[in-house]
Structure formats: C-alpha cells, structure tokens
C-alpha cells in the first residue's frame, strides 16, 4: 500500500515535470496536502502506534483527538490537564507529531477509524502544511476539508469539533496569516448538526500580538498552561455536544 502510493505521485508530479519541460509551459500544481502518504523514518513508530490503539481496542469512545504534535503532546506537556478533563472519559489521542493532511488521510485509508464510535471526534491539523511553500491556503483547506468529510463517512454518528489551527510564530508573520486565512474558511464547513467549528486561538496572543513563552515556549507547540487554556475553552462545547463532564 505505502509503497504503491508513493510510486503513484512520483510518477504524477514526474510526468508533469516532463510535460511541462517539453512545451516550455508552467509546471502544473498537485495539490500533495490531498494524496495520502505514510510517513517515513522513525516516526512511523507513533504512526503505527495509534493506528494499533484503534485496532486493538474498538468500541465507543467520549473523545477522539486527531492531529499531528499539538494533539499529541497531551501525552507530555498536557498529560496533568489531560487526566484532570480526560482521565474519567473514555477519550483517545491518535495524533502523530509532524503528520500533514496527506497522512491522516492515508492513517484513515490504512484502518484508523475502523471499529471506533466516538461522540465527538476533536480535529486540529494544517499547520505543518503551512511551512514555507510547501502548500497554498487552497491546499490546506482542500486537506482539512478531506478529512472532516472522511470523518463524516466513516464515523457518520461522531459530531466534529473542527478547531481552528492554532497561531503560531513569536509574532505576526507570513504564516501566521496564512494559516487565518485557512481557518476563515475552515469556519464556513460549520453546519451546526455533525460540524462545529471552534476558533480559540487569541487567547494564546497577547495585546501586540506575541505569543507568550509561559504558553507556548518555542511559539508553536503549546506547555501544561497551554493545555490548560485549550481543555477550559472546549470545555463549554463538549458540553453541547453532549459529552459530560468527568
């Protein structure tokens, strides 16, 4: 499967290299944030272990957290907050630090929702797409947009909690503003019946627009009351969703 998929969009973005050198014409755009791939290196090792944690334990979960090194430093950094809101709940975290649109889609395609009910499935991903010019604004969208509608077929029970991509950077930069643009339109997929979206990012910025280092140390990956301000700001939504409190 990895494999096949790889050789797929090298053999894609290869003829259109070709195609495009030949006629002297612009190199045409793959949206890569869209075409699920594995990992590679030894991440795959966290890789392989949420997918195991779905597998080896099915049912009906309160909580499922999808994303990439943010969702997964509740394990860490957040791991006091997390027992304190989750610890009661049945909640799983099945984020893999560095992971893209293009790999939950493709953990998605290799099993990791199967078997698993969850009431609300809570999804921040995108900002690793951000990086530079790795992918467009349109790209990430199409991504996110991707994996809420994943969700929706596979899980056609769960409510989303679709959360805004958090801020990021010491201050206001390129990026920054990508990533709200990207999140302007994430908030259009709220339907108000199976997706909620939820954008909670200023309280992570202070009056000139910095990030706080007592929230987010190196501005991107948030510490213990970094996960304290995100488990209080969902805390009310998880309430209409109808997941009780623990």
């Not at 509608?149 to 679709?162: G, S, V």
């Not at 990026?175 to 200023?202: E, M, P």
């Amino acid at each position: 499967m990895k494999s096949s998929i790889l050789a797929l969009t090298t053999a894609v973005l290869w003829l259109q290299f070709s195609a495009a050198a030949q006629t002297n014409a612009p190199v045409l755009h793959t949206n890569t944030a869209i075409i699920p791939i594995s990992r590679t290196g030894s991440i795959t090792n966290r890789q392989t272990q949420v997918l195991q944690r779905a597998r080896e334990h099915p049912g009906s979960y309160d909580l499922e957290f999808i994303g990439d090194s943010i969702t997964q430093g509740w394990e860490t950094r957040g791991s006091n907050v997390w027992k304190q809101y989750y610890g009661k709940r049945k909640a799983l975290n099945l984020g893999v630090s560095g992971d893209r649109t293009q790999h939950v889609l493709w953990r998605f395609e290799n099993g990791q929702l199967d078997g698993i009910k969850a009431k609300v499935a809570i999804v921040m991903i995108g900002t690793n797409n951000s990086n530079k010019d790795d992918n467009t604004e349109d790209d990430i969208l199409a991504g996110v947009t991707g994996i809420v509608q994943q969700i929706r077929t596979r899980q056609p029970d769960t409510k989303i909690l679709l959360l805004a991509i958090f801020p990021r950077g010491k201050t206001f930069s390129p990026q920054r503003g990508k990533i709200l643009q990207v999140n302007q339109a994430l908030a259009k997929l709220d339907d108000g019946k199976h997706i909620f979206y939820f954008d909670f990012g200023s309280e992570f910025i202070r009056n000139d627009g910095s990030i706080s280092p007592n929230i987010m140390p190196d501005a991107l990956h948030p510490n213990e009351a970094g996960y304290q301000i995100w488990a209080n700001a969902m805390e009310p939504k998880l309430k209409q969703l109808g997941v009780k409190k623990s």
